[in-house]
């Protein structure tokens, strides 16, 4: 049965969290690099495609991210969307650590910042503007190159990690 929640009523966020975990999502990692030349990377689910021409895309970040004065003042970014064989990356990079790039094999992209080895994706950014989003700042990005591969794409949905299967047609 659906409950519908009372508008007026203030909203648990966990209650939250689990309604938004029924929307299935891509998983990326979001790498920069700060003005004092520190990479920094986190593991994203809030990546939506905004706009083709110009080719825009968005995500948010939480206001108490250790990296957002990185993300802030580096106004470039990269999304490495990952695949169904790099849940471990996942893992790694939505864990607070200071040398989160010392066991990752990693290059650097045009503007510096680190492009992930394998991604089935890759979005290389400007920060186009941001925008307050809550507990959150929305990043509103402009590609600036894009790489993609073959591949399946790891899936996160209630809070769990997917791969994905094609419905198969009914004759
Ligand atoms: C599947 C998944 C998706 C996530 N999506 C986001 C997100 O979109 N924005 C965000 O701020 N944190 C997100 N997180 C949490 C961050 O990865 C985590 O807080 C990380 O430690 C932040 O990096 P930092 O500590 O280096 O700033 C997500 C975590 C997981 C496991």
């Known amino acids: 049965m659906i409950n519908v ?4 009523e203030p909203i648990d ?7 938004l975990g029924r929307y299935p999502t891509g998983v990326a990692v979001i790498t920069t690099r700060a003005p004092n030349g520190k990479f920094e990377g986190l593991t ?7 706009s083709l021409a110009p080719p825009l895309i968005l995500w948010s970040l939480r206001r108490e991210a250790p990296s957002i004065k990185s993300f802030l003042a580096a106004g470039t970014f ?4 990952l695949s169904e064989e790099q849940s ?29 080895h394998e991604s089935l994706a890759v979005f ?8 307050d989003g809550g507990d959150h700042v929305i990043f509103l990005g402009r590609i600036r190159r894009i790489h993609h591969r073959e591949g399946s794409p790891l899936i996160f949905s209630g809070g769990k990690y997917h791969s994905d299967a094609p ?3 009914k004759p």
């Open 5 to 8: 929640t009372d508008q007026h």
């Open 13 to 19: 966020p966990r209650d939250l969290r689990n309604a």
């Open 44 to 50: 994203a689910n809030s990546l939506a495609a905004v």
């Open 78 to 81: 990269v999304v490495n969307v």
């Open 88 to 116: 471990h990356l996942s893992d790694h990079f939505a864990k607070p650590s200071d040398n989160k790039f010392d066991r990752v094999t990693f290059s650097t992209g045009w503007a510096g910042c680190p492009v992930l």
């Open 124 to 131: 290389e950014c400007d920060t186009e503007s941001t925008t």
């Open 167 to 169: 419905l198969v047609a």
